[in-house]
């Protein structure tokens, strides 16, 4: 089993679809598994959905990046405190 570290590592991409089908697997066996993850990960995909809804639907990677960035801090922080 992976730990929390390695989920929230990969956690961008798996929001994105963007991990081949073996990290997957191994992404959901954790969430099932663990509370925690299971919460940053509905957050994160909530808040995603939302950036994705409300603007352009094609961001360019950069802006992308920056996006997921700021989630990835704003979620890091909320689990440090
Ligand atoms: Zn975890």
Redesign the pocket.
């Known amino acids: 089993m992976i730990?929390?570290d390695e989920?929230?590592a990969e956690l961008g991409n798996y929001v994105e679809g963007d991990v081949v089908a073996e990290v997957r697997q191994r992404l959901e066996f954790?969430?099932s598994?663990?509370?925690?993850?299971?919460v940053?990960y509905d957050s994160t995909l909530k808040t995603v959905k939302i950036v994705t809804d409300s603007g352009s639907f094609e961001l360019p990677e950069v802006a992308a990046k920056a996006i997921r960035d700021k989630i990835m801090a704003r979620i890091r922080k909320g689990m440090a405190s």
Not at 33 to 38: D, M, V
């Open positions: 730990t929390c989920f929230m954790h969430i598994h663990c509370q925690t993850c299971q940053v």
